[in-house]
């Protein structure tokens, strides 16, 4: 026998499993970039936020549904009881993402988004025709604002922000953005922001629910979605831009 005692191995990186808060930023950054958002593309901020959208279709795949159940509803209301026809209004909006959906499969192009959306439209029409109540189909918008904006919230206050996790695995620096006071109090904001705006379609929202005023509730769900959602997208990226200049980042490369 040798006095030599073998020592022991150390663990390979590759076959560690990922830490929660590696295998969470790679999932948001993963769909970030599928999104188009990420921050080491030289791309302008108009065509990023577009690109986000998914364009005329992307646009017309998220709003043209709700136009339609608003509009059927409010033209086939009756005077007499301030209720629309439910079944027309329904049919004809998940008819409609089903039409973008199919669309898409012909076209041969990717599907995700009309899927999605054809998937909220008959999960909202579901609550709405089981409870024979047209003010239902807005629970689902709801719950994911609730969500959302709870998850946003308490990833700032926590200090583990959604948008700084998702952006230092982009950037290629894992964690490293909470030992750098500046970015973290950059995506605490960030995170703050979007969570305000779930908090707001809630707040201004629900009261029309409990009211059952379907028409206005529709009409604002629209209003408070893409022509909130577009300008914060925007606000977001550039300051990520900001904390993450492409000259900087350049020079860096060049000196190591």
Do not use: C
């Not at 790679?26 to 030289?42: K, S």
């Not at 009211?211 to 550039?238: C, E, Q």
């Amino acid at each position: 026998m040798t006095d030599q005692q073998s020592s022991p191995q150390e663990p390979d990186p590759a076959l560690t499993p990922p830490s929660a808060s590696e295998a969470l930023s790679a999932a948001l950054a993963g769909a970030a970039r599928r999104a188009g958002l990420d921050p080491n593309a030289e791309r302008s901020t108009g065509h990023v936020v577009w690109h986000a959208m998914g364009g005329w279709r992307g646009m017309a795949e998220a709003v043209v549904p709700g136009i339609v159940f608003i509009a059927v509803y409010t033209l086939t209301m009756d005077a007499s009881t301030g209720d629309g026809n439910l079944g027309w209004s329904l049919g004809l909006s998940v008819g409609i993402a089903a039409v973008f959906t199919v669309a898409r499969l012909i076209a041969r192009q990717p599907v995700t988004s009309a899927v999605s959306g054809l998937l909220a439209v008959a999960v909202a029409a579901a609550f709405a025709v089981f409870t024979g109540e047209a003010s239902n189909n807005f629970i689902p918008g709801f719950i994911t604002n609730v969500v959302y904006g709870a998850a946003f919230l308490i990833s700032a206050l926590s200090g583990w922000s959604i948008i700084g996790l998702a952006v230092g695995f982009l950037m290629g620096e894992g964690t490293a953005w909470r030992r750098d006071r500046r970015k973290r109090r950059a995506f605490f904001w960030l995170a703050i922001a979007w969570a305000a705006l779930f908090a707001a379609r809630l707040l201004v929202q629900f009261p029309l629910y409990l009211a059952d005023n379907v028409t206005a509730l529709g009409t604002l769900k629209l209003v408070m979605g893409i022509p909130l959602f577009a300008p914060l997208l925007a606000v977001t990226y550039l300051a990520v831009r900001a904390l993450y200049p492409p000259a900087a980042k350049s020079d860096g490369e060049i000196s190591e």
